[in-house]
């Protein structure tokens, strides 16, 4: 996987999410189209990246999950 700017400010959760999840739930989408979207390529090699609409469907998965792992933590 390529090391783009925009993967390099989910180092922190690279390994603790599962991003085929995120592809399937919240976009309807295969976890290649979402691993092009996080290296900023287009599914033909050149520049690519989330549209401004994608990338707030993008934080708001994020939140969403962060927000059912809280709730679950809360019950124990």
């Known amino acids: 996987m ?8 989910l180092n922190d959760i690279l390994l ?3 991003w085929r999840v995120i592809a399937r739930d919240y976009f309807g989408k295969s976890s290649s189209w979402l691993y092009h979207k996080l290296d900023e390529i287009d599914g ?5 990246g989330f549209t401004e609409e994608e990338l707030l469907r993008f934080k ?3 939140c969403d999950i962060a927000d059912r792992i809280r709730r679950t933590a809360d019950k124990l």
């Not at 390529?2 to 400010?9: I, V």
């Not at 033909?44 to 690519?48: A, D, L, Q, S, Y």
Request: no cysteine; hydrophobic share 35%.
């Open 60 to 62: 708001g998965a994020l």
């Open 44 to 48: 033909n090699g050149g520049k690519g």
């Open 16 to 18: 603790v999410v599962s």
């Open 2 to 9: 390529a090391n783009s700017p925009f993967r390099a400010k």
